[in-house]
């Protein structure tokens, strides 16, 4: 039996909104744990019991969980209307929490390896007979819990666990476990890009070794094919001119697409390299025949991911093809999927290629909507990284491995460019032309760095005429819901926010009621309303309420007349003094294959905004 909650901690993040002290709880809880119990929890920060590329997922509704409460109700006669508890409280989690202090249950009967086990089981039941199978092993636990088990047991499985609690936040933590502060989040940061795993580098970090050897594992984590690595980033410039002034000696050009960011992982095998991750010994025996992961097959030896890590391998079976024909045996590329209209021989837009992405009728939607591959860079390739090698000598490494003849899976075009404000722009209007974004400029010199944003890497975009020199990224914060016929909808506007990377957290930046279309608003209605939660998330700065608040998570794409001064809106008020909103934003695309915090940054919209691009002194809502 447990001597208390195995959840304790969570209980004490979720009452934190600084992020220091939340580094200070995880650096002390840390201290008390081995390096499989780390392992655990790590995943468990993230609702999750395993890494985002590995395909295995609670699939157990919020509605389902109460179902499980109304029974555990009922079955103890505890007289509870769980459904009306539910409207009241705003959180299943809540509920269970108050279901079994009436139950009386003072102490949990599990560790949290135990816990992890059955998680697993649960997540290992499929078949029509599921959802009941899932039940059960849900209400057993739930029935073996403390009330402050109960409630994140209840979030973690239903998808609704909120700790605020990010990557950024759990590696402090490891470099305070580490050294006592922040200076080895360099190798921490480059090995989580390498690996995209937390729990793999915590099993590093709380190892049996010496600090000079943990350092040195981190600094030799080397791509695996089969594991996807964060995508590098770009910053963005306001003109030409400024884009000569970044790039002095010149560079590398390529054309933007508009597209799905996806990497090409060809030569997937069994690799030992996760044996000791808590996570491997729960998948099937059956690895030389599924490589790194279960389920899906890798006979093929090829696997696609997207920019959030997700597995799209079935989606793109034209892709698996394309790769598979390529004379190298081995090789990750970084590039672009993007639709294409056969018949006018034209680029589509960004929607109709995101209705590829789907896990059925992908067949049909082959021949609907066909689409292009274009790799602009090279990670990997038989046995050897590239990472550390120059961008001119990856791209000259990579147009030798792939076919020369346009078709399925293209190298992009580069063109190797001088300070020439007039030649950037020529290249620039070409590519817009032929409908593409824009362009990426890059520097010649300096490694592939995963994740990282700065201003080796830039874009400009084809609304570079315009006040606000590119469209913004925002991610959906929550929403207000509308008059008129919007109220059929059940909203009428989105308030939506940026990234300030300095503090880790998402900063009101408007709010968003136009370009949308009917059909628009029940896609987005629908898309949001399992990221409803009770109260404002710990990791969103807003001085304005929204009707409903929701889990950071969504990520759209607006254009706007101007970037104002606000009285209102917080984007940049702890740089400026004053915060910054979009004026008169309107949707171009909606749920972007982004992580939140990939979104336009804070950092970004205070460039924009001290380049002249649309200044008002009058604050604006």
């Known amino acids: 039996m447990s001597k208390c909650p195995v959840f304790e901690i969570f209980e004490h993040l979720e009452k934190t909104t600084s992020r220091n002290e939340m580094v200070e709880l995880l650096v002390n809880f840390y201290k008390g744990l081995d390096a499989s119990q780390a392992q655990i929890y790590t995943y468990l920060l993230k609702g999750r019991v395993v890494p985002l590329f590995v395909d295995k997922e609670f699939n157990f509704s919020e509605k389902s969980a109460l179902k499980v409460l109304d029974n555990i109700s009922k079955m103890h006669n505890l007289n509870i209307d769980v459904f009306k508890f539910r409207s009241k409280l705003g959180d ?81 933590a490891y470099s305070f476990s580490l050294v006592g502060d922040k200076s ?31 350092l040195k ?25 400024n884009a000569v002034e970044r790039f002095p000696d010149g560079g590398v050009l390529q054309p933007k697409f508009d597209g799905l960011r996806c990497q090409i992982h060809k030569g997937v095998k069994y690799s030992d390299m996760y044996e000791k991750s808590i996570w491997m010994k729960f998948l099937n025996e059956k690895k030389s025949e599924i490589g790194l992961f279960e ?14 890590l997700n597995d799209i391998t079935d989606m793109f079976p034209e892709l698996v093809e394309a790769a598979q024909e390529t004379k190298s045996e081995s090789f990750i590329l970084d590039g672009e999927v993007i639709g294409w209209d056969e018949k006018k021989g034209r680029f589509i837009p960004f929607q109709e290629t995101m209705s590829r992405k789907r896990k059925y009728g992908i067949s049909e939607r082959v021949k609907s909507v066909p689409v292009k591959y274009f790799a602009f860079d ?69 490694e592939y760095l995963p994740g990282v944003r700065n201003f080796d890497w830039v874009k400009i975009k084809k609304s570079i005429g315009s006040k ?78 929204a009707d409903v608040w929701l889990q950071p998570e969504v990520v759209l794409t607006v254009e706007a007349d101007e970037i104002s001064k606000s009285s209102v809106h917080l ?18 695309s909606f749920d972007r294959d982004k992580l939140a915090q990939d979104v336009t940054s804070t950092s970004e919209l205070i460039s924009m905004w001290q380049m002249g691009l649309g200044q008002k002194e009058n604050p604006q809502v």
């Open 295 to 308: 389920g899906g097959s890798v006979d093929n030896g090829v696997k696609l991911f997207s920019r959030n």
């Open 92 to 172: 299943a989690g809540l509920v269970a929490k108050k279901l079994i202090e009436i139950k009386g249950n003072d102490k949990s009967n599990f560790s949290v390896k135990e816990v992890y086990e059955k998680l697993w089981e649960l997540v290992e039941i499929e078949g029509t007979s599921s959802v009941k199978a899932k039940s059960d092993v849900f209400s057993e636990l739930i029935l073996k819990s403390c009330p402050t088990d109960a409630k994140f047991l209840t979030r973690i499985i239903s998808g609704k666990l909120r700790l605020g609690c990010s990557d950024k936040t759990i590696l402090d």
């Open 571 to 588: 984007a940049g008020k702890s740089e400026l003094g004053f915060g910054l909103s979009l004026r008169f934003p309107r949707l171009i």
């Open 184 to 214: 080895v989040r360099d190798e921490l940061n480059n090995a989580f890009g390498v690996v995209s795993d937390l729990g793999f580098v915590c099993n590093i970090v709380f190892s049996n070794i010496d600090l000079e050897k943990k």
């Open 378 to 446: 090279l990670l990997y390739l038989d046995d050897e990284s590239f990472l550390d090698v120059d961008t001119k000598k990856r791209l000259e490494k990579v147009s030798k491995i792939l076919p020369k003849k346009v078709g399925v899976l293209n190298l992009s075009d580069s063109d190797f460019f001088e300070s020439d404000a007039v030649h950037i722009e020529k290249l620039f209007n070409e590519y817009v032309d032929a409908g593409l974004e824009g362009i990426i400029l890059k520097k010649f010199e300096g």
């Open 468 to 545: 606000v020199v590119d469209t913004i990224d925002a991610v959906v914060l929550g929403y207000y819901y509308g008059s008129g016929k919007k109220t059929s909808f059940g909203m009428g506007s989105l308030l939506v926010g940026i990234y300030n990377s300095k503090d880790d957290v998402f900063e009101s930046v408007g709010r968003v009621g136009t370009g949308f279309t009917d059909s628009d608003w029940k896609t987005i209605a629908k898309r949001l309303k399992p990221l409803e939660v009770k109260r404002k998330d710990e990791s969103v700065r807003s001085k304005l309420d």
């Open 217 to 241: 594992k981190l600094n030799n984590i080397v791509p695996v094919p089969g594991i996807p690595i964060f995508p590098r980033l770009v910053e963005r410039v306001a003109s030409f001119e």
